[in-house]
């Protein structure tokens, strides 16, 4: 055993001082470093992205409402007068997608402008008389008629009507067909019939 040494100035033992103690950090006290920082902003970014992703699912495979009770959206348009489109033309109306098609004979037609294989938009080709489907390479005469396959059936019609020299065209109602027939052409009635 050790003996213990005595204090010279009398027998108590000097206190100690204590040197000063590191301020203790809690772990929300310490300074994020960039890093960390930088996979929050990456973490809150993909939980963004996730919920973005979520809403846009649940929108696209929600069912459609029912439109009723909106008003009728206007279908039948007037394109021209008879005397307007010569013998062989054919006139692009966009806004209601179809080509208005005035026959050699004076006869007219409404076509779609959708291919009937896949749904591309066909051009009419005025060099070759023809509507040529740049996706596919779908081919169709002036009366929609397919030429070159690999489109199943004619471009599909639209009613036409003539009234008092007036064409009119149906574009609401679309008119899937097999074949062309003499009966697809609209004409102008004479005065004599």
Same mark, same amino acid.
């Given at each position: 055993? !050790? !003996? &213990? ?6 027998? !108590? ?14 772990? $929300? @006290? +310490?300074?994020?470093? =960039? &890093? =960390?920082?930088?996979? =929050? *902003?990456? /973490? *809150?970014?993909?939980? +963004? ?5 979520? %809403?846009?699912? *649940?929108?696209?495979?929600?069912? &459609? ?8 959206? !206007? ?6 007068? *008879? ?7 054919? #006139? ?10 005035? /026959? ?8 779609? =402008? ?6 591309? #938009?066909?051009?009419? @080709? ?12 779908? %081919?169709? @005469?002036?009366? $929609? ?7 199943? &059936? ?5 009613? %036409?009507? +003539? ?11 679309? +008119? ?8 697809? %052409? ?8």
């Amino acid at each position: 055993m !050790k !003996k &213990r040494k005595k204090n010279p100035a009398g027998g !108590k033992r000097p206190k100690q001082i204590a040197a000063p103690e590191a301020p203790t950090q809690t772990p $929300g @006290d +310490i300074q994020p470093s =960039r &890093r =960390r920082f930088l996979n =929050r *902003i990456w /973490l *809150i970014l993909a939980a +963004i992205g996730v919920v973005e992703f979520g %809403v846009m699912l *649940i929108h696209f495979f929600r069912p &459609r409402k029912p439109q009723a009770g909106l008003p009728e959206a !206007k279908t039948r348009i007037t394109v021209g007068r *008879i005397s307007d489109f010569r013998p062989g033309s054919v #006139t692009a109306y966009p806004q209601g997608r179809f080509y208005l098609v005035c /026959l050699e004979d004076g006869g007219f037609m409404a076509l779609s =402008r959708q291919c009937t294989h896949l749904g591309c #938009t066909v051009p009419w @080709d005025a060099e070759n008389q023809q509507f040529a489907c740049p996706c596919h390479a779908s %081919v169709f @005469d002036i009366t $929609g008629g397919v030429i070159n396959a690999p489109a199943p &059936r004619p471009l599909d019609r639209f009613p %036409v009507t +003539i009234e008092n020299e007036w064409v009119h065209v149906d574009f609401g109602q679309r +008119i899937r067909r097999g074949q062309f027939r003499d009966d697809q %052409v609209v004409y102008a009635k004479n005065d004599n019939e």
